[in-house]
DNA sequence: TCTGGGGTCCTAGGACCC
DNA sequence: TCTGGGGTCCTAGGACCC
């Protein structure tokens, strides 16, 4: 831990400037329901879920505080919530449109650290090192104010009001000597908060939260702490290691300690490609219809493989999900040997990993295909396959991404080898 | 009570190779 | 004659996060 005052002149010659790190974590409040009600004035102040219809199949996205204040949680079953608050707008997730104001969010998130790390789609940290000494002209400085005591809080809280006032949106702010500390900070506060965790002062702010704030520590982690009576931070401060060891495992035990220690990582990494592009889709009825499966996983392949192609990327690798009405769920993957962005070569490798596994007597809840292994696509692998036929296929790709670009995927529909992928292909 | 859809990471057994 | 030991890849499943 480093505790020397980050101000102070540098002691040992070769010894790094270590200031006292300062990481902050921003979470926008109730997101995608917060971006409902701005859009619909009408909904402002009222019970709203996003997620679907009231009778859907589905869990909720996203509750407003007027709903969670009713009873309603992340991610609680629809048909439940109705049940809970029959009261609320239920309405279906909007997700490109939260995608725009997430981009909007971070354009202002980014104004006030030259390091920030786009988390998912509502949160981010911010690194406030450099606030502290004036180093690295900091952004504190760009707002003309002088450095109060306060400083966190004070940057904190014009970070919230440029946010608000250019978008729209509430966010949470916490400040912490790390991420994790900074992390359970904006959740400890929300909505419409900010909180400063001194350094030193980590542990006592742990003590009386819960060990299910802990990002990894879900469901099944706080059921097995709960049987050994590790409810709230202060049990795990006050137990052993092995007692944490028989919970966790090792791993997670020395983790859980660290944590409890106030201790963690600090530094904020960049922007990482994706390690694989999934859709998937659940029927509204459980479907016994092999031929409407087909078509559906058909669409699907042909969704994820739009994506990898946008993204630049090619695929090793192709996974067929198939959940059953006893929700069981199961995956067959196959490795390809090869790279491939083309739609119909994944088709007939999953169409052909669906036939192996197809249920005989059970009803279908969900299917859904799993791209991984994924590469850059670099236009050079071509060479060891049947070239011709790719580059057919890849003609065909790229006329229907050409219309897609103008109308959406939805824009346009095809239903080029959905039957012939039906009988078994040997071979690659 | 009925359990979404997009992801990441970890574990573990068997194949295969040296 | 009872039986190596890694390392790596492939596959399946599960916990977890937003
Ligand atoms: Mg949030
Ligand atoms: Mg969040």
Redesign the pocket.
């Known amino acids: 831990m480093i505790k020397q005052d980050p101000c102070a002149p540098a002691g040992k010659a070769d010894a790094p400037r270590a200031a006292r790190r300062v990481v902050a974590h921003v979470?926008l409040d109730a997101?995608f329901t917060s971006v409902e009600q701005l859009l619909n004035p009408a909904l402002a102040g009222q019970p709203v879920v996003v997620?679907?219809a009231a009778n859907?199949?589905?869990?909720?996205?996203s509750a407003s505080y007027e709903a969670r204040a009713r009873g309603v949680y992340?991610?609680m079953?629809?048909?439940?919530a109705y049940?809970v608050c029959p009261e609320a707008h239920f309405l279906p997730?909007r997700h490109s449109l939260y995608s725009d104001f997430s981009r909007r969010v971070f354009e202002v998130i980014n104004r006030f650290s030259p390091t920030v790390e786009r988390?998912?789609?509502?949160?981010g940290y911010l690194d406030w090192t450099a606030e502290q000494c004036g180093t690295h002209q900091p952004v504190t400085a760009r707002h003309g104010a002088a450095l109060p005591v306060h400083w966190p809080l004070a940057l904190a809280e014009s970070l919230r009001l440029a946010v608000l006032a250019e978008t729209g949106l509430s966010v949470s702010v916490g400040i912490g000597a790390n991420r994790l500390v900074a992390?359970i900070a904006s959740?400890h506060c929300k909505p419409r908060g900010i909180c400063h965790v001194a350094t030193g002062a980590e542990r006592a702010f742990l003590r009386p939260l819960p060990l299910?704030v802990?990002?990894?520590?879900?469901?099944?982690?706080?059921?097995?702490l709960a049987a050994n009576s590790l409810v709230r931070f202060a049990d795990a401060q006050d137990t052993d290691d092995a007692t944490l060891a028989r919970c966790l495992?090792d791993?997670w035990a020395r983790r859980l300690r660290r944590i409890a220690n106030g201790e963690g990582r600090v530094e904020l990494s960049p922007h990482?490609?994706?390690?694989?592009?999934?859709?998937?889709?659940?029927f509204r009825q459980d479907c016994r219809d092999l031929d409407t499966v087909r078509r559906t996983l058909y669409r699907?392949v042909e969704?994820?493989a739009w994506?990898l192609r946008r993204a630049g990327l090619v695929t090793?690798?192709v996974?067929v999900k198939l959940?059953t009405a006893?929700?069981?769920?199961?995956?067959?993957?196959?490795?390809l040997?090869y790279h491939s962005d083309c739609h119909a070569e994944l088709y007939r490798v999953a169409a052909q990993l669906f036939e192996d596994?197809a249920p005989r007597h059970q009803a279908i809840?969900?299917i859904?295909v799993?791209l991984?292994?994924l590469a850059p696509a670099t236009g050079c692998q071509l060479l060891l396959f049947d070239s011709d036929r790719r580059a057919v296929n890849q003609q065909v790709d790229r006329l229907l991404d050409r219309v897609r670009a103008q109308h959406g995927f939805s824009g346009i529909a095809t239903a080029a080898g959905l039957h012939a992928a039906r009988r078994p292909v040997r071979g690659g």
């Open positions: 979470d997101f997620g679907g859907q199949r589905g869990v909720v996205a992340v991610p079953p629809l048909v439940r049940r997730g988390a998912s789609i509502d949160e992390k959740k299910a802990v990002p990894g520590i879900g469901k099944r982690a706080t059921e097995v495992g791993e990482e490609a994706p390690k694989g592009i999934s859709n998937e889709s659940t699907l969704k994820a994506r090793g690798s996974a959940r006893d929700f069981r769920t199961r995956t067959h993957t196959r490795t040997g596994f809840r969900l859904g799993q991984a292994n």
